[in-house]
């Protein structure tokens, strides 16, 4: 059962989305916690056929993340070099192995591990007055979240490295012309829109989208005879029911009615 904290994250299940979005203006380990926790759960939930993330957030709370937890004390070190990001890479881990569409709102300030979070989304929108920035180069910290793996990816090395190295504030049409965010919307439109995207995607064949997933992160890192032949295996081996629904549709010229199996 999905449930809210006022210290953690608000969720809300409609329909077949689950949404969610944070209670607190900075990330510390609690909501990164129940961010995993919410993300693993509808990986195996049937009902949830797409998952919106509002990532909006004021970065990190750095030194003072709360208490470590405790499914990761034998792996939390002395000294002051501090602790490794472990609980943030769970997170984000968990969000790009989560195979139904994952999209990010973004709104207001989306500043460092936020970025990271957005970055492990399929799609991302945000609002006319959406500000994005990497505060940690300026506090003198790494970003070892998987995100200097993901972002050079997603806009190439150049934008990646001007975001992580310069720490720039970038406004949300500059991130649309890097192609950071799909879309930006009007402040005012913004909420009607996300809840009409989100809609949009949960009636759509979402097996088929996943089936897409298994194939485009992965192959991400392949030559493209050794894509070809992981297409191969993942096509042969994952079976579609909305197919049939889709194809009939097609040729009955009507909208599918989709199940996502």
């Known amino acids: 059962m999905y449930t809210s904290s006022s210290d953690a994250l608000h969720v809300e299940q409609r329909d077949a989305q689950l949404r969610i979005h944070f209670s607190r203006p900075t990330i510390n380990y609690a909501m990164l916690?129940?961010?995993t926790a919410c993300v693993l759960e509808a990986t195996a939930d049937d009902e949830i056929r797409a998952l919106i993330v509002n990532v909006s957030a004021d970065g990190d709370d750095g030194n003072d993340m709360g208490p470590w937890p405790d499914r990761l004390r034998h792996r939390h070190p002395e000294g002051n070099h501090g602790a490794g990001p472990l609980v943030e890479q769970d997170a984000i881990r968990a969000l790009r192995r989560?195979?139904?569409?994952?999209?990010?709102l973004m709104e207001n300030v989306v500043n460092g591990l936020a970025?990271?979070?957005?970055?492990?989304?399929?799609v991302r929108i945000a609002s006319a007055t959406t500000t994005l920035t990497d505060s940690r180069i300026h506090q003198g910290r790494t970003a070892s979240t998987g995100i200097t793996y993901m972002l050079p990816k997603l806009i190439g090395q150049s934008q990646a490295m001007r975001i992580l190295l310069l720490g720039e504030t970038l406004s949300a049409a500059?991130?649309?012309?890097?192609?950071f965010v799909?879309?930006?919307?009007?402040?005012?439109?913004f909420?009607?829109?996300?809840?009409?995207?989100?809609?949009?995607?949960?009636?759509?064949?979402?097996r088929a989208w996943e089936v897409?997933?298994?194939?485009v992160v992965p192959q991400l890192d392949l030559g493209f005879d050794a894509a070809m032949v992981h297409s191969l295996g993942i096509r042969q081996t994952h079976v579609i029911e909305d197919r049939a629904e889709g194809m009939r549709a097609w040729r009955e010229k009507r909208d599918p009615e989709f199940t996502g199996r």
């Open 33 to 35: 916690e129940a961010l």
């Open 191 to 206: 909420a009607e829109h996300a809840i009409t995207l989100a809609n949009q995607i949960a009636t759509m064949a979402t």
């Open 115 to 122: 970025i990271d979070l957005a970055a492990a989304c399929d």
């Open 98 to 104: 989560f195979m139904k569409p994952t999209v990010a």
């Open 182 to 189: 799909h879309e930006v919307v009007e402040d005012a439109e």
């Open 212 to 215: 897409h997933k298994m194939q």
């Open 174 to 179: 500059e991130l649309r012309r890097i192609h």
